[in-house]
């Protein structure tokens, strides 16, 4: 697969070797408006001189600029940083990982990919409690109320839900509405990508998506009661190694 050649260029102007880069956000999830922005995310690779010195390392590197007309986002953590939240419940560097539009990678990345399930637990539902909430609150707040992140809502909820009954996971909306087939979800997407990021919607709508909203938020909490997945993540070990070899690998 390839993509804009503006995307390669930005990664390969980053300060630090890269393990990964992949695209994220709207793209990622299957709603790109015309104007939608490319967020961009991975690991890089501190070198060992940096980090045993007593100068400040960048743990974390954000990019963010038009380049060339198009607005590109990108930030990427340390090695160190990255394999400890992907042991803690961060949904959000799963989907990284787990992302199909890969901009860079190394054959790293790809032992990186195999750890994924042994770093999944019963326990990241939390972190679709959180993002739904904070993504449920943006939306109601809002007069009049935008399509964007009421998509972020469907899109979290049942990434959230397929992850606690298979282990999968699975961030586009478009393939998981394919499985949970929610009605209003062509309609919804349609009104994103043939739009402005503002679009919104009739009051008259609000109810209906708010009796969604709450459903499939008791579907999720009944999904993790009666979950398969482990309690604690297992990919430490191996974590670790593959660490190790990154850092010696770039002295």
Same mark, same amino acid.
């Given at each position: 697969?390839?993509?804009?050649? &503006? =995307?390669?260029?930005?990664?390969?102007?980053?300060?630090?070797?890269? $393990? %990964?880069?992949?695209?994220?956000?709207?793209?990622?999830?299957? %709603?790109?408006?015309?104007?939608?922005?490319?967020? #961009?995310?991975?690991?890089?690779? $501190?070198?060992?001189?940096?980090?045993?010195?007593?100068?400040?390392? $960048?743990?974390?590197?954000? %990019?963010?600029?038009?380049?060339?007309?198009?607005?590109?986002? =990108?930030?990427?953590?340390?090695?160190?940083?990255?394999?400890? =939240?992907? !042991?803690? &419940?961060?949904?959000?560097?799963?989907?990284?990982?787990?992302?199909?539009?890969?901009?860079?990678?190394?054959?790293?990345?790809?032992?990186?990919?195999?750890?994924?399930?042994?770093?999944?637990?019963?326990?990241?539902?939390?972190?679709?409690? @959180?993002?739904?909430?904070?993504?449920?609150?943006?939306?109601?707040?809002?007069?009049?109320? &935008?399509?964007?992140? !009421?998509?972020?809502?469907?899109?979290? +909820?049942?990434? @959230?839900?397929? #992850?606690?009954?298979?282990?999968?996971?699975?961030?586009? #909306?478009?393939?998981?509405?394919?499985?949970?087939?929610?009605?209003?979800?062509?309609?919804?997407?349609?009104?994103? +990508?043939? @739009?402005?990021?503002?679009?919104?919607?009739?009051?008259?709508?609000?109810?209906?998506?708010?009796?969604?909203? $709450? &459903?499939?938020?008791?579907?999720?909490?009944?999904? %993790?009661?009666?979950?398969?997945?482990?309690?604690?993540?297992?990919?430490?070990?191996?974590?670790?190694? +593959?660490?190790?070899?990154?850092? #010696?690998?770039?002295?």
């Amino acid at each position: 697969m390839t993509f804009d050649q &503006r =995307l390669y260029d930005v990664v390969t102007t980053q300060p630090y070797p890269l $393990l %990964f880069t992949t695209i994220s956000g709207a793209h990622l999830y299957g %709603f790109p408006s015309p104007d939608s922005d490319y967020d #961009l995310r991975g690991s890089h690779i $501190l070198p060992v001189r940096e980090i045993v010195s007593l100068n400040e390392s $960048l743990e974390t590197v954000d %990019f963010s600029d038009v380049v060339n007309g198009l607005e590109i986002d =990108l930030v990427t953590h340390d090695l160190a940083k990255y394999f400890n =939240l992907l !042991l803690k &419940r961060n949904g959000y560097v799963l989907e990284q990982i787990c992302s199909p539009l890969v901009v860079h990678a190394t054959p790293e990345f790809e032992e990186l990919r195999a750890l994924v399930p042994a770093c999944i637990t019963r326990h990241h539902v939390h972190h679709y409690f @959180g993002f739904v909430k904070t993504e449920w609150r943006l939306f109601s707040k809002e007069n009049p109320h &935008r399509v964007k992140p !009421l998509l972020y809502v469907f899109r979290v +909820l049942l990434t @959230g839900i397929h #992850l606690m009954k298979t282990g999968e996971v699975e961030s586009n #909306l478009v393939n998981l509405n394919e499985i949970y087939k929610l009605p209003y979800i062509p309609d919804l997407i349609a009104r994103k +990508l043939s @739009g402005a990021e503002q679009s919104t919607l009739p009051d008259d709508d609000v109810s209906l998506y708010e009796s969604e909203y $709450l &459903r499939l938020t008791a579907l999720l909490e009944s999904a %993790f009661n009666d979950s398969q997945l482990p309690e604690v993540p297992t990919a430490r070990p191996a974590l670790n190694d +593959l660490l190790v070899r990154l850092r #010696l690998n770039n002295l």
